[in-house]
């Protein structure tokens, strides 16, 4: 029994850390908006 203890709390620290990281990431890195237009083949476009 406790090596599942041991197991579940890594696995819940490796999660923490993954998604702090993720968290950190978003709130810290905004990317550049750009508009960016690109033609799909084959596609018309009904006005």
Same mark, same amino acid.
Request: glycine letters at 8%; aromatic letters at 10%.
């Given at each position: 029994m406790p090596s599942l203890v041991r /197991? +579940? /709390?890594i696995i819940a620290v490796a999660s923490g850390l993954v998604a702090g990281g993720l968290f950190a +990431?978003?709130?810290y890195f905004e990317p550049r908006q750009t508009e960016t237009r690109s033609l799909v083949p084959g596609v018309?476009?009904?006005r």
């Amino acid at each position: 029994m406790p090596s599942l203890v041991r /197991f +579940l /709390f890594i696995i819940a620290v490796a999660s923490g850390l993954v998604a702090g990281g993720l968290f950190a +990431l978003s709130e810290y890195f905004e990317p550049r908006q750009t508009e960016t237009r690109s033609l799909v083949p084959g596609v018309k476009v009904r006005r």
